[in-house]
């Protein structure tokens, strides 16, 4: 995979039962993009819920080698609603820019109608599934699941790149302690597939850190596209390292 492309395929790392546990009302994590031994820059996300609604928000910057050979960054933002029985999600807006070729796409969910539009497109709106979330705010559903002792999860899911509903299905695996910059965790494996998908994302999510991922791998027919390994987190009182 050419330099450029190893940015590009860490989106898609970060992107049901809704139980009850609490997860804390604001975050923030910042992760090292990698492919294989090739540092390609950093990922921060954040989030935030009051009063019933939330935000949660997804800047990837190259570094490295990779900020040789390209500026290409990405944007992403899941708004909606949050209460007791999850998060509905209201917006969704991906924005890829400062490479080959810009993409700018937002979907709106129109939960009345039960349909998913793109805001300014020509593409045909998705059926909205009850449940149905995005690929930002679905690891949000997952650290929930996680924290109530499940260990299987099947989800909609937008699938931004296209503006389909897609079925997610992720599987706990046993667990693993894993090292990454912020330190070494002990962490439950998590494996997800997708219907009508190319990929295969592999989450390590440490319940020290209230289930937060704190390394993603993604594959592509059995090819490495990338990792992501925590570099630091806050939440609250809460920090790692």
């Known amino acids: 995979?050419?330099?450029?492309?190893?940015?590009?395929?860490?989106?898609?790392?970060?992107?049901?039962?809704?139980?009850?546990?609490?997860?804390?009302?604001?975050?923030?994590?910042?992760?090292?993009?990698?492919?294989?031994?090739?540092?390609?820059?950093?990922?921060?996300?954040?989030?935030?819920?009051?009063?019933?609604?939330?935000?949660?928000?997804?800047d990837v910057t190259p570094g490295g080698v990779v900020a040789l050979f390209t500026q290409e960054t990405f944007h992403?933002?899941?708004?909606?609603?949050?209460?007791?029985?999850?998060?509905?999600?209201?917006?969704?807006?991906?924005?890829?820019?400062?490479?080959?070729?810009?993409?700018?796409?937002?979907?709106?969910?129109?939960?009345?109608?039960s349909r998913v539009t793109e805001r300014q497109g020509d593409r045909e709106p998705a059926t909205l599934l009850p449940g149905t979330l995005d690929e930002l705010i679905y690891v949000e559903a997952l650290r929930r699941s996680l924290a109530e002792r499940a260990t299987s999860l099947v989800l909609p899911v937008l699938y931004g790149s296209d503006g389909e509903i897609r079925e997610y299905r992720l599987?706990?695996?046993?667990?693993?302690?894993?090292?990454?910059?912020?330190?070494?965790?002990?962490?439950?494996?998590?494996?997800?597939?997708?219907?009508?998908?190319?990929?295969?994302?592999?989450?390590?999510?440490a319940p020290q850190l209230d289930y937060l991922p704190v390394r993603i791998d993604r594959h592509k027919r059995g090819r490495a596209q990338g990792t992501l390994l925590l570099k630091k987190y806050s939440s609250g009182s809460r920090h790692a390292p």
């Open 1 to 58: 995979m050419s330099s450029w492309r190893v940015l590009g395929a860490c989106i898609g790392l970060l992107a049901a039962t809704q139980a009850q546990a609490e997860l804390p009302s604001e975050w923030q994590a910042t992760y090292a993009v990698r492919q294989g031994a090739i540092e390609g820059g950093e990922a921060v996300q954040s989030y935030q819920a009051k009063d019933g609604r939330y935000r949660l928000q997804l």
């Open 76 to 113: 992403d933002v899941s708004e909606g609603e949050v209460n007791r029985d999850g998060w509905r999600p209201q917006v969704f807006h991906h924005l890829r820019s400062g490479g080959r070729k810009r993409r700018d796409h937002e979907f709106v969910f129109d939960w009345r109608a």
């Open 171 to 205: 599987q706990t695996v046993g667990e693993e302690e894993v090292s990454t910059p912020a330190g070494r965790f002990r962490t439950v494996k998590v494996e997800r597939t997708q219907t009508g998908g190319k990929y295969t994302v592999t989450l390590w999510c």
